[in-house]
């Protein structure tokens, strides 16, 4: 399940490169990552600190440093890795190995940045960063990491009401585009929408979604039985509620973050259609589910 949304980011990393985003070839001994030296880049290397003008990122090649857009790409196709199907809930109660290591805070998130982290850096060949200079490798790394981090839906309404204070105060100046905070508010508010934009997808597509995310849930629901846990809500296959989950799921992160998204003016209308659509479609959900869930309990028996 959670390879759909990476697949995004590593289709965007690898077929779409980001103009003024200058890559070293894989062949070349060139790496200001190796020099002692703080001297400045060759000249034809600086393209990459460049704002990325092109028209088809819209606003965000308008305001946005190319390294900042690929640090967007990147952590995108970073934030799930080796996801072990689990949320941060189960992994802290079970006192897995992750949630020691990373203190029963934003456990998978932590876990995701670091063990991507260690494999681009395990090799000099995954390193196709090798145009940046030391603090531009810094900059770029923190700003990863922190998108990363930001996907923990812990942390949701937190950063959703920073950027509507942001955005709706009428003593706020709104987005200081020159700001590197604002820029990482505003990029933070990307990935969030890229993690959860199941319901905005043509509604084949999110029915898709939807049933392996609950069939991830259910494995989830079935170790916590096995394990002698209460189960979590709504990870129970006997008791599907998939309507009720997609309901919650849709009006209290999906919608709020859209339209906060849209009214500021960075991507208006996209989802005008297929989030309400799906929203009314979600009965239809349980029906199919408690269907498959009876044939499956069947062929178990």
């Given at each position: 399940?959670?390879?759909?949304?990476?697949?995004?980011?590593?289709?965007?990393?690898?077929?779409?490169?980001?103009?003024?985003?200058?890559?070293?070839?894989?062949?070349s001994?060139?790496?200001?990552?190796?020099?002692?030296?703080?001297?400045?880049?060759?000249?034809?290397?600086?393209?990459?600190?460049?704002?990325?003008?092109?028209?088809?990122?819209?606003?965000?090649?308008?305001?946005f440093?190319?390294?900042?857009?690929?640090?967007?790409?990147?952590?995108?196709?970073?934030?799930?890795?080796?996801?072990?199907?689990?949320?941060?809930?189960?992994?802290?109660?079970?006192?897995?190995?992750?949630?020691?290591?990373?203190?029963?805070?934003?456990?998978?998130?932590?876990?995701?940045?670091?063990?991507?982290?260690?494999?681009?850096?395990?090799?000099?060949?995954?390193?196709?960063?090798?145009?940046?200079?030391?603090?531009?490798?810094?900059?770029?790394?923190?700003?990863?990491?922190?998108?990363?981090?930001?996907t923990?839906?812990?942390?949701?309404f937190?950063?959703?009401a920073?950027?509507?204070?942001?955005?709706?105060?009428?003593?706020?100046?709104?987005?200081?585009?020159?700001?590197?905070?604002?820029?990482l508010?505003?990029?933070?508010?990307?990935i969030?929408?890229?993690?959860?934009?199941?319901?905005?997808?043509?509604?084949?597509?999110?029915?898709q979604?939807?049933h392996?995310i609950?069939?991830?849930?259910?494995?989830?629901?079935?170790?916590?039985?096995?394990?002698?846990?209460?189960?979590?809500?709504?990870?129970?296959?006997?008791?599907?509620?998939?309507?009720?989950?997609?309901?919650?799921?849709?009006?209290?992160?999906?919608?709020?973050?859209?339209?906060?998204?849209?009214?500021?003016?960075?991507?208006?209308?996209?989802?005008?259609?297929?989030?309400?659509?799906?929203?009314e479609?979600?009965?239809?959900?349980d029906?199919?589910?408690?269907?498959?869930?009876?044939?499956?309990?069947?062929?178990?028996?």
């Amino acid at each position: 399940m959670h390879a759909a949304d990476v697949l995004h980011g590593v289709y965007y990393l690898t077929s779409q490169p980001i103009p003024g985003f200058a890559q070293i070839p894989i062949d070349s001994d060139e790496s200001p990552l190796q020099k002692t030296s703080v001297g400045p880049l060759p000249q034809s290397y600086m393209r990459h600190i460049s704002v990325c003008d092109s028209s088809q990122y819209g606003i965000m090649g308008a305001n946005f440093p190319a390294l900042e857009l690929m640090a967007l790409y990147t952590a995108s196709a970073m934030h799930d890795y080796d996801h072990p199907g689990r949320t941060n809930a189960f992994l802290v109660s079970t006192f897995a190995a992750e949630a020691i290591l990373y203190n029963d805070r934003s456990v998978l998130e932590n876990h995701h940045a670091a063990t991507a982290w260690s494999l681009f850096l395990s090799r000099p060949e995954y390193n196709w960063l090798r145009c940046l200079d030391k603090a531009e490798f810094k900059r770029f790394r923190f700003l990863v990491i922190e998108l990363i981090l930001a996907t923990d839906l812990k942390r949701h309404f937190e950063i959703l009401a920073e950027f509507n204070a942001k955005m709706n105060d009428d003593e706020a100046s709104g987005i200081d585009w020159f700001a590197e905070t604002d820029r990482l508010l505003v990029i933070e508010m990307c990935i969030k929408l890229a993690d959860i934009n199941g319901p905005c997808k043509e509604h084949n597509i999110h029915i898709q979604w939807t049933h392996r995310i609950a069939e991830e849930f259910y494995e989830q629901g079935d170790e916590e039985e096995r394990l002698g846990l209460p189960i979590s809500p709504f990870m129970n296959r006997r008791n599907p509620q998939l309507a009720k989950l997609q309901e919650s799921f849709i009006n209290h992160l999906v919608a709020p973050l859209c339209n906060a998204y849209g009214e500021a003016g960075l991507l208006p209308g996209v989802w005008e259609y297929e989030l309400p659509t799906n929203a009314e479609r979600k009965d239809r959900s349980d029906q199919s589910t408690q269907s498959a869930e009876s044939k499956s309990l069947g062929n178990k028996s």
